[in-house]
């Protein structure tokens, strides 16, 4: 079956350091590739995606490439904000699975001033 | 509608009541999906319906749990019998078929939060 493995967290990073939050996953057809965010008492927001091999999803500062060889979609940022502290989550949805996403436990990234 | 609403935000109830949580998915979405998170873990998938076909059910922890949806619209999510184990947040999510396939991804709704008592 599919599968998501994220790095436990918490992350304490202080403010302008870089950032990498790793993802790897399990999945038996082509998956498309997601990271979400969840904000301190909020929903989960879609941060970015990758759809095949290769893609580099990039938004508000974060990157992540969609790794085949490597079966990994780390996520990075070069310069962190207080901002930014949250819970990022990374996922697949599987095309041979009825798209139906699968989420990693989640890493909480607690940023100090 | 916007976007992904659910209701209650928040509801506490006594162990042993049954509840129901209910998700209104963005109009014209095909799939939606039910998935808790229990306070400090990550998502844990409950149950998807996708369009006509037949939901898949295999996350629904036990025979307590039971959801239903009308057509593409208004999903519930039923709860017997509540236990304190119960005690999360529901979220609730929705895509269309277009995009699941192109991988856009889902619309989260802000969850509905069960403290069982």
């Known amino acids: 079956g599919n599968s998501v493995t994220q790095m436990e967290g918490p992350v304490t990073l202080s403010e302008e350091a870089f950032l990498t939050i790793n993802c790897t996953y399990t999945?038996?057809?082509?998956?498309?590739l997601f990271w979400y965010v969840q904000y301190p008492g909020e929903g989960l927001q879609l941060l970015l995606k990758a759809t095949k091999a290769d893609d580099k999803g990039s938004n508000k500062g974060f990157e992540a490439t969609y790794r085949k060889e490597t079966t990994s979609f780390h996520l990075e940022k070069g310069s962190v904000q207080v901002s930014d502290s949250a819970v990022y989550f990374c996922a697949l949805s599987d095309n041979n699975a009825g798209n139906m996403l699968t989420f990693g436990g989640g890493t909480r990234l607690m940023v100090k001033p | 509608g916007a976007g992904v609403s659910q209701s209650p935000s928040n509801k506490v109830t006594e162990k042993g009541k049954d509840v129901e949580l209910r998700c209104d998915p963005i109009s014209g979405h095909t799939a939606l999906y039910w998935y808790r998170q229990r306070l400090g873990q990550g998502l844990e998938f409950l149950i998807y319906f996708q369009g006509n076909s037949a939901p898949d059910k295999s996350g629904l922890p036990s025979d307590r749990f039971s959801a239903e949806r009308t057509g593409e619209s208004v999903s519930t999510l039923t709860i017997q019998r509540t236990q304190q184990e119960d005690s999360a947040v529901y979220l609730c999510?929705?895509?269309?078929?277009?995009?699941?396939?192109?991988?856009?991804?889902?619309?989260f709704g802000s969850g509905t939060r069960l403290t069982v008592v």
């Open positions: 999510a929705s895509s269309s078929q277009s995009g699941t396939v192109l991988g856009y991804g889902y619309t």
């Open positions: 999945a038996t057809g082509y998956p498309s």
